[in-house]
């Protein structure tokens, strides 16, 4: 399979796993997203060779190879313009997250990658760690009963300054389709699609200079049930903390309740039924493998096209609700209950 690049900003290097784990998968050109990335960045790829070919234009790129997959990571509003060209073209795309900014940019991947049934799949990477594996077996299989609470946390490291793209709307979604979008999607990866509405404040007090980019947010998602799960964001990590990201997830049903911290590496539940246990953790495989073997025929998608532009619904309208101070309906989408 010959894979193509687009971009080296964000989790560029997301391929480089199935590059071992999938025979015959071959880097073969590289080109940047747009006029602040040099092909220089590419240097050490993982997978490059002397064959690899560099392109200062992508559009050159899929014009001039024979590609049967592509990755792109560009600035946040380049992806859905790449992700729009490869789709016109029928090539399956591997993206960033978000996918788009805006609900009619969402709209118009969705139709075009319906239109070609190329595949289109979001870099939703926490779906392979194996302790959200581990809390989605149980809940799945009813150990904790009927969820009825959730609190999802993701705390980073600011690190001494970001690109300036952070700093506008223009260029940046927001705090909570850049990094609230991997909680929603484990909620969503784990509970299901049951959420139907979402309000959420943020602020950018810690780097007013940044007023694109909250340092800190939390959402409240009202569930079909009567349940309620609530996520926090920041980038108030402190910089000599042991690891960059702080990850945790508890949830808490009628018959018991599941937490993981994955800076631990370990999941916890406790039900009616008996003294708290530490699950035992199953070897899991990180999303871009699962796409080209997906690709392959060999299993399915990690995401149905449907999936992936619900939770990057919810993404964008929870950063509406932030921004108005309003609450948002989740139940009206052409992407609700289709996975």
Known sequence: MRLGLIGSTGHWQTYAPALKLVPGLTLVAVATAGPEETTGAFDHAPGQTMDTRRYDDARKMLDAERLDVVQVCGRCDQIPVWVGICLERGLPVMAEKPLAMDLPALEGLFQAATKTKAALVPMHTMR??????????AVRGGDIGDPLMSFS?????????RPDFYRSRKTFPGLAPWVGIHAFDWLHWILGDVFTEVMGREGTTARPEYPACGSQAAFVLTMGNGGVASVALDYLR?????SHADERLRIAGTRG????????RKVTLSTTDG??????LQKTEDIFTQFVRSLRGESPLPLT?????????IA???????????????????YRNRV
């Open 316 to 334: 964008i309208k929870a950063q509406q609700a932030a921004d108005t101070g309003h609450v948002v309906s989740l139940r009206d989408s052409p």
């Open 305 to 313: 096209l449907h999936e992936a532009c619900r939770i990057t619904e």
């Open 128 to 137: 392979g760690v194996a302790e959200l594996a581990a809390v989605r077996q």
């Open 275 to 280: 003294p708290a246990r530490i699950l035992d």
């Open 153 to 161: 946390q993701k705390t980073y490291k600011w690190g001494k300054s």
């Open 257 to 264: 309740v599941i937490e993981t911290a994955l800076v631990e």
């Open 238 to 242: 402190p910089a000599h903390a042991p």
